[in-house]
């Protein structure tokens, strides 16, 4: 099959939604299929693009034997709403004429945001008669209007209109998380269109990456410390600032330094918040790269996470796959209800807390500091847990189900899902 993948972000980007687009592009080429990928310029997650790609309108590189069309696409010097709106216009315009450089394709693979690429998505659907996949890797709309970014504009009406047209013309809607997926349905998805793709990662793979002790040597004021460390996107969806209570429940144990890595819209909030605080204990870094980011997980003691209640109540974030796959111990902070908490709690892969209860948080802390042991039946459960998510298991079955969409009317024999529930084997074959 010829396989059209568009994504905002590609290979060299090497955080979030980049991660999946360029291994399934990947994938698709080690399969046999002939691969394009419409895209930008490399640009996230340090919003900056490389000083050899400034000014570029188009360029043709190749990755891995990947044809990779990338096009112009406006990057803001600070993160507003609007600045985002004009970034994803410039993207989605430099998009579309990149589609008719690709020529036809049987398939288009879309992984969003934005949500206008599904636009772009529908009208090469009808123009090349090819079958068309979104991947839901975020909910966009929903998290900007739960953080309150959007207020009554009426672009929310017109967007909401937007996804709910894509969602019905789509061949097949998938999203990462069962909560997700169940969202996708209510905005408008035909339901035996839609199916459950779980973000994977190559399990072994990224268990023997990065090297111990180089994260500590490279600081080495770090050395003999107790690590509680986020790495990551630093944005308001996060609710870091409950790290940086968390850091002054602990200002007065000189063994344990919390950390917070990477860039993102909030950080400039968080360091100032954090200086109020001044508990003398936590430490800002700068975005690692994806060897150094191993490292890190080699030599962190607890990676924490945390997400804002309503923004990330539908999330599973995919950067679990890796901590599991290293077998290190998850601090989770975040709503009761929400896909995360559940996940983590339900199958006891780490310790999880409300994120309003930092009081709660300080006791689940104070227990692993004082017996470290008895939190390791965590890690080899996270390790199992991944397991469900390899490589190889997620993009098999989602192949399978390619070839049903294209081959056999789409709508003929039952695909293999997953689910996050507590007590089911590996996989499970269901309808979404």
């Not at 004021?221 to 460390?229: A, H, N, P, Y």
């Not at 111990?329 to 807390?353: C, H, P, R, W, Y």
Request: neutral net charge.
């Amino acid at each position: 099959m010829k396989i059209l993948v568009s994504s905002m972000t590609f290979a060299p980007d090497h955080s979030g939604i980049s991660l999946y687009s360029t291994d399934f592009a990947t994938y698709a080429m080690e399969q046999g299929h002939e691969v394009t990928v419409v895209t930008g310029f490399s640009w996230y997650p340090k919003w900056e693009k490389k000083p050899e790609d400034k000014g570029k309108l188009f360029r043709t590189d190749f990755y891995k034997k990947i044809k990779v069309l990338r096009g112009y696409l406006y990057v803001p010097k600070k993160v507003t709403s609007l600045a985002r709106m004009i970034q994803e216009i410039t993207f989605i315009l430099f998009v579309f004429i990149n589609f008719f450089r690709a020529g036809r394709h049987d398939v288009i693979v879309l992984f969003t945001t934005p949500i206008n690429l599904g636009l772009v998505g529908v009208f090469f659907q009808k123009y090349w008669k090819a079958k068309l996949i979104i991947n839901v890797q975020d909910l966009q709309l929903d998290a900007a209007k739960s953080l309150g970014m959007l207020g009554k504009l009426p672009i929310v009406d017109v967007m909401n209109k937007i996804e709910r047209y894509t969602y019905q013309k789509a061949d097949l809607v998938t999203s990462i998380s069962t909560a997700m997926v169940d969202i996708v349905k209510q905005k408008g998805a035909i339901e035996k269109n839609v199916y459950l793709w779980p973000n994977w990662i190559n399990v072994d793979e990224a268990g023997r990456k990065g090297v111990e002790g180089d994260f500590r040597k490279a600081y080495p004021e770090f050395k003999d410390k107790i690590l509680i460390g986020y790495a990551g996107n630093v944005g308001v969806k996060q609710s870091l600032s409950v790290l940086v209570d968390l850091s002054e429940k602990f200002k007065d144990r000189t063994d344990v330094v919390f950390l917070i890595i990477g860039q993102g819209g909030d950080l400039v909030n968080l360091k100032s918040y954090a200086d109020k605080k001044a508990t003398g204990n936590i430490r800002f870094i700068d975005f690692l790269s994806q060897n150094d980011y191993y490292s890190f997980l080699c030599d962190v003691d607890i990676v924490f996470l945390s997400q804002k209640k309503d923004s990330g109540d539908v999330y599973f974030p995919s950067k679990l796959l890796g901590i599991m796959a290293k077998k290190k111990l998850i601090f989770v902070s975040a709503g009761q209800d929400s896909e995360i908490f559940k996940v983590i709690t339900e199958n006891g892969l780490g310790m999880s807390s409300d994120i309003e209860d930092v009081d709660h948080m300080r006791e689940l802390l104070t227990a692993y500091l004082q017996d470290k042991e008895q939190f390791g039946v965590y890690k080899s459960n996270a390790h199992d847990f991944v397991r469900r998510f390899d490589r190889e298991v997620v993009l098999e079955a989602l192949f399978g189900k390619i070839n049903d969409t294209v081959l056999s009317g789409f709508y003929g024999p039952v695909a293999t899902q997953y689910t996050f529930s507590t007590n089911t084997e590996q996989m499970t074959d269901q309808v979404i």
